[in-house]
């Protein structure tokens, strides 16, 4: 079995620089994740994002989770489907694109495997990992910064 390990968050926080996020959060999450992969020896990291998405939010160079995976010599992947791919497929709903996620994931090699994701997709993701061929491990439903730091 591939283990994936979901941390679910908010999305402005995988965006380097949005929404007035403070650079400490940012700061907080990159050693979370930094922490959470050493722990549970991941070796890649794929996220419900896309080149598209970030450039939407005028957020240019990548994800938080992009800069980490370079930083540590993992693989990443983006997973969310750009516009295209959503109009070719007919991919309109959550499961939709749920669906697609599994089928990136499984072009993946390296495992275990990080997927950080909306927290409104951990369960409903979870159960579709733990109902296909790989074992999903929740690490956070909806990670937040401390209390001591604002978002």
């Known amino acids: 079995m591939r283990v994936v ?7 402005r926080f995988q ?8 650079e400490e959060v940012s700061a907080e999450f990159s050693a979370q994740l930094t922490q959470l992969i ?11 994002m896309s080149t598209e998405g970030l450039g939407l939010h005028r957020i240019h160079g990548g994800s938080l989770a992009f800069h ?5 010599g993992l693989p990443h992947a983006y997973c969310d489907p750009p516009k295209n791919i959503r109009e070719q497929q007919h991919i309109v ?6 669906r697609y996620w599994l089928d ?7 495992f275990p495997c990080m ?9 409903t993701f979870s159960r579709l990992l733990n109902e296909s061929d790989f074992t999903a491990t929740v690490l956070f439903d909806d990670w937040s910064p401390s209390s001591h ?3």
């Open 5 to 11: 390990y979901l941390v679910g968050t908010d999305h």
């Open 15 to 22: 965006r380097v620089g949005s929404f007035g996020v403070p």
């Open 38 to 48: 050493t722990e549970h020896a991941v070796r890649s990291i794929a996220e419900e």
């Open 68 to 72: 980490l995976a370079r930083e540590l």
């Open 93 to 98: 709903s959550h499961a939709d694109r749920e």
């Open 104 to 110: 990136q994931l499984r072009a993946f090699a390296a």
């Open 115 to 123: 997927f950080i994701l909306g927290a409104d997709h951990v369960v």
């Open 149 to 151: 730091v604002e978002a």
